[in-house]
């Protein structure tokens, strides 16, 4: 691949630092409209902004923000050179929001974090975790975390946004009512 002038062999060994605080790489595949799996990676990263604007493409608001707010950035690259960014004040709105752009070109993202029934619940929104919804069943105090960037081998399980936002809001009324 080639992202400005350097050939990467591995996207995550030749990243410019910058203001980039709080840098992680992810290498990861995704699945192209022709079924072709991609080499990509996912890096994220925070900096601190000064009076930030933030579009939440998942609720479809903007948020503006007064003084200086430590902002979350997420940024795909592929083996094909497609490379799309965004960011947001939770990890959680960073990546779901991400997820979107990635869907609108066609690509699908193999891995845990896209899985139908995984989702980032409210008191994991400033992680890189997610965690398995059980229809009927509500999630334990010391429940499992998983990595939203670790590999999904099962493609069937990959879903849209739209679609782990349903299945969140059906698991949601699932649990009305059950105790504690």
């Known amino acids: 691949m080639i992202l400005n002038?350097?050939?990467?062999?591995?996207?995550?060994?030749?990243?410019?630092?910058?203001?980039?605080?709080?840098?992680?790489?992810?290498?990861?595949?995704?699945?192209?409209?022709?079924?072709?799996?991609?080499?990509?990676?996912?890096?994220?990263?925070?900096?601190?902004?000064?009076?930030?604007?933030?579009?939440?493409?998942?609720?479809?608001?903007?948020?503006?923000?007064?003084?200086k707010?430590?902002?979350?950035?997420?940024?795909?690259?592929?083996?094909?050179?497609?490379?799309?960014?965004?960011?947001s004040d939770r990890i959680g709105s960073a990546f779901y929001g991400l997820c979107i752009k990635i869907e609108q070109i066609e690509l699908k993202l193999l891995i845990k974090g896209c899985v139908l029934s995984n989702y980032i619940i409210p008191r994991l929104q400033y992680s890189i975790y997610t965690t398995h919804l059980t229809l009927g069943k509500r999630i334990d105090k010391e429940f499992v975390r998983i990595n939203l960037f670790d590999p999904e081998e099962d493609v069937n399980q990959i879903a849209t946004v739209q679609e782990q936002k349903a299945y969140y809001n059906q698991w949601l009324k699932s649990i009305e009512g059950l105790p504690y």
Request: aromatic share 16%.
């Open 5 to 67: 002038g350097f050939v990467l062999i591995n996207t995550c060994n030749l990243i410019k630092m910058n203001n980039k605080e709080n840098f992680k790489c992810f290498n990861i595949k995704s699945l192209n409209f022709q079924h072709k799996i991609l080499d990509a990676s996912i890096n994220i990263w925070t900096e601190n902004i000064e009076n930030p604007t933030i579009y939440d493409i998942v609720e479809n608001k903007k948020y503006e923000f007064q003084g």
């Open 69 to 87: 707010y430590e902002v979350f950035f997420l940024e795909y690259h592929d083996e094909t050179g497609n490379s799309l960014k965004n960011y």
